[in-house]
């Protein structure tokens, strides 16, 4: 039997596999509480068959501890009732189900909220969150327990079978780091007497639940930053609160998320070590004669199974890996693994959340809409015959859509492969593994046998004679160069990324997009050996990636020694000497510069190649037009509007404007869903 598959004794509870959701805040929550959306979400990965999910990540116990980034807030008693509504649901699945509670101490918003003070062991500011808290008093620490007490009593009437305290970089992790707590009272100093704080809270938690009730606790292994917590310590930590004998389980991670790259180092996207502080975890197992857990970005199976295994951890963490697939445990306990749609490390999920939007898959549109759209597609009553054009992800997720609902599938691709821009955005070294996404795809058009026609350049001719019931553009789009001065000397990033051009000597790459293909460009031409300098009209480069993808770039890109010019934007090029002479204007002052440079590109987005899209629109029953609407209710969004039509036509992705990925994957996944 696979050991991923056996399952595991926590005290009372039988937890029916070792993979484990690992509490975090998609920004679902409704007033604090966790309603439907939240709930569903939830109730997926349970229907999907993870062991244990740990749900509300960061759950705020204080109004003194605000949310920043969608947690739930279980400081009062109107939680309760939705509480008990998700773990109702959760458990019907045969899932476990915990909560984390926590204060989250300086690692939160003073402006926000109720604008309480931010508190803290010491005024010790924390540059991810910027807030300078105050030091606490006495009082501020009685309160304070007494809050966990009654939050943890809260989620026990909720009907959790679990509880998990959140110390890991959080208000009980502040006062163990010798980083942060520079009190010289009964709470600073010695190990013990940082230590303290943790102890009561124990205490009083155990005190207001009983001995049954599971309470577990989030701690980190090593803090991996110069003054903070170290290895040694951390495992004299771990054992501490082992012998207390109230705590059931500990769960480990490692890291010191206080910055941005911190952050990443924390919760990786591409271009960080997968499952970096397995070892970590792995070492206060051996140690400890109590159930470890580990929350760490484990991302494949492979890696899942050798912690098991190896006895490094007892359960594992694969939350991320659950929002590309929460189904991910069934298809394993299924023998298809092969199906299993992977997390690429995208980070998509995790930076939406921390610029205050709602967490998604970069991949998988479904996660977080289960009241939409379905993860598991069944099939139509009526087979249709549906025309693919384009093999990027927008046209291959359309296809894989189409031939789950049982339809007979055309795919026309005009190059000799599929995949799209994402063989672009696999260039240079950072972000290799979104090629990911164009696999899993590419093996399920395969798998759901939809006919591939590569090197097919297809004209509407050619989709009228396959008698088409419904057509999908997914076209894409072409680089959209600026109508400026000097035009003919600039090259796009895609001549770059796709091989066309090489260069050398000193390149300027202006950027007036702010997301990746830039970054992705830049490292390209570093690793090429070029001088690079970035020039953009934002006030950041990279200005639109969220904190760890951009951390993660920017390091690389810097650690290439590339240049940056944020504020300017591009006015015209010339050429003199067979040099490049680029006029500069600032967007504030209307300084004008001039950079000198042997070669100049640009990411400009895209425009749309529509030209099949606008050749067809006459003799479609829609006029290539969907009910909004119907698109939100999820319902079937094809208007007939020409009588003499023939087929139902559509337009997806970048066909229609320059967005992202998951863009491309939303509109394939709702336009296709229900014919």
């Not at 409704?30 to 749900?55: F, Q």
């Not at 606490?136 to 009907?159: K, P, T, Y």
């Not at 709470?187 to 577990?216: H, K, P, Q, W």
Request: aromatic share 6%.
């Amino acid at each position: 039997m696979n050991s991923l598959l056996e399952s595991f004794q926590l005290k009372h509870l039988t937890i029916r596999n070792r993979i484990l959701s690992t509490a975090h805040a998609p920004s679902f929550q409704e007033n604090g509480h966790p309603r439907d959306r939240y709930r569903l979400y939830h109730e997926e990965k349970a229907r999907g068959g993870v062991g244990l999910t740990m749900i509300g990540g960061s759950t705020n116990i204080a109004p003194d501890s605000p949310s920043v980034f969608g947690q739930l807030y279980a400081g009062d008693d109107s939680i309760i009732p939705w509480f008990q509504k998700l773990t109702h649901g959760v458990k019907s699945h045969g899932a476990a189900i915990m909560c984390q509670i926590t204060h989250m101490g300086r690692r939160t918003a003073w402006d926000d909220g109720y604008w309480l003070p931010v508190q803290g062991p010491s005024v010790v500011r924390e540059r991810a969150h910027r807030s300078t808290p105050k030091a606490m008093e006495i009082e501020d620490v009685d309160r304070i327990i007494s809050n966990f007490a009654e939050a943890a009593i809260r989620c026990q009437q909720g009907g959790f079978d679990g509880i998990e305290l959140l110390s890991h970089s959080h208000l009980l992790g502040q006062f163990l780091s010798p980083l942060i707590n520079q009190r010289d009272d009964d709470y600073g100093g010695s190990l013990e007497n940082r230590m303290r704080l943790t102890f009561r809270v124990l205490e009083a938690v155990r005190e207001a639940v009983g001995s049954d009730f599971i309470v577990g606790m989030r701690i980190t292994g090593d803090e991996l930053t110069e003054g903070g917590l170290e290895a040694d310590e951390c495992i004299e930590i771990a054992q501490k609160l082992a012998d207390t004998q109230q705590v059931d389980f500990l769960n480990i991670l490692a890291g010191a998320p206080y910055d941005d790259l911190g952050l990443a180092g924390w919760v990786a996207p591409m271009g960080v070590p997968s499952a970096p502080h397995l070892n970590i975890a792995g070492a206060i197992r051996k140690t400890v004669d109590i159930p470890v857990f580990h929350a760490g970005g484990i991302a494949d199976i492979a890696t899942a199974k050798h912690a098991i295994q190896e006895g490094m951890v007892d359960l594992v963490g694969m939350t991320r890996a659950q929002m590309a697939d929460p189904h991910l445990v069934r298809k394993l306990a299924e023998g298809k693994e092969d199906q299993i749609r992977p997390c690429v490390g995208l980070g998509y999920c995790v930076d939406r959340v921390n610029q205050g939007k709602q967490a998604v898959c970069g991949h998988n549109a479904a996660t977080g809409r289960e009241g939409s759209l379905p993860h598991i597609i069944e099939p139509s009553n009526e087979k249709k015959k549906v025309i693919v054009v384009g093999g990027g992800p927008a046209g291959l997720e359309a296809a894989r859509v189409a031939a789950e609902r049982g339809h007979d599938v055309v795919l026309f691709e005009a190059g000799d492969q599929l995949g799209g821009q994402l063989s672009l955005a696999a260039k240079g070294k950072t972000r290799r593994q979104i090629w990911g996404i164009a696999d899993w795809l590419i093996n399920e058009v395969g798998r759901l046998k939809v006919e591939i026609r590569t090197n097919v350049y297809a004209e509407a001719s050619d989709i009228i004679a396959e008698n088409p019931d419904y057509v999908i553009v997914a076209t894409g789009g072409w680089p959209d160069l600026p109508n400026i001065a000097g035009q003919k000397f600039i090259n796009s990033s895609w001549d770059i990324l796709g091989g066309e051009t090489r260069v050398e000597g000193k390149v300027l790459l202006y950027d007036e997009i702010g997301d990746h293909p830039a970054t992705v460009c830049a490292d390209l031409l570093a690793q090429n050996g070029c001088e690079v300098i970035i020039v953009t009209p934002d006030r950041a480069i990279a200005h639109d990636l969220g904190p760890t993808n951009s951390a993660v770039a920017l390091r690389d890109l810097f650690a290439q020694n590339i240049q940056a010019e944020c504020f300017y934007e591009m006015i015209s090029v010339t050429e003199e000497n067979q040099k490049k002479q680029v006029t500069l204007r600032h967007v504030l002052t209307g300084q004008i510069k001039i950079q000198l440079v042997d070669h100049v590109m640009i990411e400009n987005g895209t425009k749309p190649m529509d030209m099949l899209y606008f050749d067809l629109k006459a003799q479609s029953k829609n006029m290539g037009q969907l009910d909004h609407q119907a698109i939100l209710n999820a319902d079937f969004p094809f208007m007939e509007r020409n009588q003499d039509g023939d087929f139902f036509l559509a337009r997806i992705g970048d066909a229609i404007a320059s967005r992202n990925i998951h863009a491309a994957i939303y509109d394939a996944m709702r336009v296709c869903v229900t014919i």
